[in-house]
Structures are given as structure tokens and as C-alpha cells.
T-cell receptor, first 114, second 112 residues
Framework: DTEVTQTPKHLVMGMTNKKSLKCEQH?????MYWYKQKAKKPPELMFV???????INESVPSRFSPECPNSSLLNLHLHALQPEDSALYLC?????????????FGPGTRLTVT | GEDVEQSLFLSVREGDSSVINCTYT??????LYWYKQEPGAGLQLLTY?????DMKQDQRLTVLLNKKDKHLSLRIADTQTGDSAIYFC????????????FGSGTRLSIRP
């Protein structure tokens, strides 16, 4: 099983809402990643979790709050987002933090903030 | 600095070879990658090459790396309609092995 799953597939939320994005992998990977991809742009790294601990935060605003409850799950909690946060949010995993050459990506959650 | 550049568009005839080019600036790259993204989908890792290699071939895909010129290319032989997608060149660095830096992507379109 080389699959990374993400739910929901689509999400529409207002600026006052609180919602969460979920990501799951069962490959035994110990590094998990959140990326943001705006339309017609490349993905941009947001967070890296290494062995369930946050190891990289690319200066992401605090309205995005990541959580890694266990080695298979990665959440991204959203609160008080802005319309410019509308994007495709991609989750990825790799066996180790230094094995970026085998990052597997999920299909993404397309987020629209109204 | 970290910078990966690609041309934005490429159009090829079905059955011909496609060559997508990429340049990068950081000489401390460890791995260089090609990812494929179809409309509305996530990224699929097509292939990668370690920075001390010159060439890698995998079925219809050939990757060439010229370290002196910091130039990476992806050749797709016998291009098919299913190859229509955006292709991202990317690199990771010794200094931050977890981080992948993506180019802007090349949109490949196939004409009959």
C-alpha cells in the first residue's frame, strides 16, 4: 500500500469557521508534510513532522495549526482563514525525514474560503 | 540561493518525444526530481536522480543531469495523450534534506 489519503476532497468554509484537514498513511513512514498549492503555482512547503514532532514550520501564520496524533495521521486545523488561503492543500509522507526522494503525495484537499 | 526554473509550456505531437528542461542554481543539491500533476490531482513522483549521476532511464523516461551547467532534462519517448499534465522539476539540498524546492512547472500538451 503506497497510498496517502486525504479528507475531505473539497471544503468550503467561511472566515469565522473552524475546520480540519486530515491525512493518513499506512506505509510506516515517519515523516509527514503539509504543502499549499495555489492555482498555476508549484507546491510550497508549510510544515514537516519528523517522528511525530514538528521539525519545520515555514513561517506559516498561526491560523494554520498542524497536529500529528500518531505516526499514521496528520491533521491541519484551520481557524479564521482569509480568502487568499484558498488553495489545494497537499499532504505527503516519506519513510524518514532525510528520504525526500521517496515523498508520496496525497490527492489533496481543495479549500475555498468565502 | 535556491531557484529552479522551467519553461511554462510545451506542445508535442502524439508519438513524438517530449523533452522538458529545467535549470537550478544551488550546487549543493542531493536529489533532483520530476513530478507529474494531472488536473485536480496530487503529485506523482515520476523519477529522481542522485546528484552524482549523469543519466537515469526508466521505461519511456530518460533523465539527463549536467552538473556543470546545472541543467536537468526529462525525455518522454513515444508521448501519449495520457502524458498531458504539468511536470515539475524539483531539488532537495544537503542543508535541508526534508525540503523539496519545486520549479514553476511545465504544462505538456499533446496534439494529434
Amino acid at each position: 500500500d503506497t497510498e496517502v489519503t486525504q479528507t475531505p476532497k473539497h471544503l468550503v468554509m467561511g472566515m469565522t469557521n473552524k475546520k480540519s484537514l486530515k491525512c493518513e498513511q499506512h506505509m510506516g513512514h515517519r515523516a509527514m508534510y503539509w504543502y499549499k498549492q495555489k492555482a498555476k503555482k508549484p507546491p510550497e512547503l508549510m510544515f514537516v513532522y519528523s517522528y511525530e514532532k514538528l521539525s519545520i514550520n515555514e513561517s506559516v501564520p498561526s491560523r494554520f495549526s498542524p497536529e500529528c496524533p500518531n505516526s499514521s495521521l496528520l491533521n491541519l486545523h484551520l481557524h479564521a482563514l482569509q480568502p487568499e488561503d484558498s488553495a489545494l492543500y497537499l499532504c505527503a509522507s516519506s519513510s524518514r525525514p532525510d528520504s525526500s526522494y521517496e515523498q508520496y503525495f496525497g490527492p489533496g484537499t481543495r479549500l475555498t474560503v468565502t | 540561493g535556491e531557484d529552479v526554473e522551467q519553461s511554462l509550456f510545451l506542445s508535442v505531437r502524439e508519438g513524438d518525444s517530449s523533452v522538458i528542461n529545467c535549470t537550478y542554481t544551488d550546487s549543493s543539491s542531493t536529489y533532483l526530481y520530476w513530478y507529474k500533476q494531472e488536473p485536480g490531482a496530487g503529485l506523482q513522483l515520476l523519477t529522481y536522480i542522485f546528484s552524482n549521476m549523469d543519466m537515469k532511464q526508466d521505461q519511456r523516461l530518460t533523465v539527463l543531469l549536467n552538473k556543470k551547467d546545472k541543467h536537468l532534462s526529462l525525455r518522454i519517448a513515444d508521448t501519449q495523450t495520457g502524458d498531458s499534465a504539468i511536470y515539475f522539476c524539483a531539488e532537495s539540498l544537503y542543508s535541508s534534506a526534508s525540503k523539496i524546492i519545486f520549479g514553476s512547472g511545465t504544462r505538456l500538451s499533446i496534439r494529434p
